[in-house]
């Protein structure tokens, strides 16, 4: 039991008595790992061409850092602003034919489905990929010869529920069809073995601690050896030699790389070579099972309560969040920002998230206070959930 922070508390910028339970939406920044990053930054911009060869440098040793943290290779690591922008790189670079489809969970965050869902909507040249939704209990119904992408969170932004990716992977072989993982809401807390997907993406300012402007990408080489993206920028040319551009080849990087089109955020990559050395100090095991008694300890406690939680119970179908359907959630979030409780609200459910800085005294805390607030809002609607 989480009785004591995983983390040193006092390395995080917060505010004095707030409980913080918004990882899942913004990561608690460690003061000293964001304040040194942006220094360094600042000094390498500073100093012409010396500088700029520190740049490169820093970029490939968060490139080590994130595939580390992804037990991947280096050089299958990339990065791109935000994970919208990755999947719709891949959205690009795909020779779509007609009947094609590309198959999302229907409750599948933005960034991952409406790259798709748009274009199937507005196609404004050319053949685009009917969007077909399935849960993991309709997905091998809804998949067929002409599936080419299964789009997946690991872990649901909702509701708080971790899929078995092991099962999608063999559905995804069973039709020859590309798996994209976003790990957004998994990557800094949960062991991830990203050599399961084709593809992956992840935010750097959630569980990462790190700052909004990079993602990390990731293309699975030895699985899909034979991609490439379909639109370049200077970064992600394999040359910086002056190129004939009526009549040359024009080739793109070999490596994750490619997916950086201009230059990668610089600030918020330095951020999160600190964040990520900072997280190095522990196993993400360890992370897991704290973050993971504290759900399971507030499960039990809303439980108790009589409030209903839409996250699944069991430890392996859950992450580091709690969720809890509503039709009044930004007005409890707000009553409980009044308290000094920072939680998720927005899309009808209210998430509670923790991470190595939350201890069981939060619960508690969050639990004093919150059914209270909770039952005042759902007495005026006659008592029903939303």
């Not at 379909?230 to 024009?250: C, V, Y």
Request: net charge neutral; with cysteine; hydrophobic share 40%.
């Amino acid at each position: 039991m989480a009785t004591k922070p995983l983390f040193p508390v006092d390395a995080f910028h917060t505010e004095s008595g707030v409980t913080y339970l918004h990882t899942a939406g913004e990561g608690l920044p460690p003061r000293v790992q964001h304040q040194r990053g942006f220094e360094r930054y600042v000094i390498d911009k500073s100093q012409g061409a010396p500088g700029r060869a520190r740049i490169g440098q820093e970029i490939e040793k968060v490139r080590r850092l994130a595939a580390k943290i992804w037990s991947v290779k280096p050089e299958d690591i990339g990065f791109v602003s935000n994970v919208a922008e990755g999947v719709t790189i891949l959205l690009e670079s795909i020779d779509w034919h007609e009947g094609d489809n590309v198959v999302l969970d229907p409750r599948e965050f933005p960034s991952v489905a409406a790259p798709f869902a748009l274009r199937a909507r507005r196609p404004k040249s050319g053949v685009a990929p009917e969007t077909r939704f399935a849960d993991a209990d309709s997905l091998e119904r809804v998949v067929n010869s002409k599936t080419r992408i299964i789009a997946i969170s690991y872990v649901s932004f909702l509701d708080g529920n971790r899929v078995d990716l092991n099962y999608y992977r063999r559905v995804a072989d069973r039709v020859g069809a590309i798996l994209v993982v976003d790990y957004s809401q998994a990557s800094g807390w949960a062991p991830i073995d990203a050599t399961i997907a084709d593809f992956a993406f992840g935010v750097a300012y959630k569980w990462l601690l790190g700052a909004t402007g990079t993602a990390i990408a990731y293309w699975n080489r030895e699985r899909q050896p034979k991609w490439q993206p379909a639109t370049a920028g200077w970064f992600s040319l394999a040359s910086m030699n002056r190129h004939n551009w009526e009549t040359g080849q024009i080739e793109t990087r070999k490596d994750g790389m490619c997916f950086a089109r201009g230059n990668p955020s610089h600030p918020s990559i330095y951020v999160l070579g600190e964040t990520l050395t900072f997280l190095s100090q522990w196993d993400p095991v360890e992370i897991e099972a704290h973050v993971q008694s504290l759900t399971d300890a507030l499960l039990e406690e809303l439980e108790c309560a009589g409030i209903v939680s839409s996250t699944p119970r069991e430890k392996k179908r859950h992450g580091a969040s709690v969720c809890i359907e509503t039709g009044h959630a930004d007005s409890i979030v707000a009553d409980l920002a009044k308290v000094g409780i920072y939680a998720s609200g927005g899309v009808g459910r209210i998430r509670f998230s923790f991470h190595g800085h939350n201890k069981l005294d939060d619960v508690k805390r969050l639990m004093d206070v919150f059914p209270g607030i909770y039952w005042r809002y759902h007495r005026r609607t006659g008592g029903s959930k939303l």
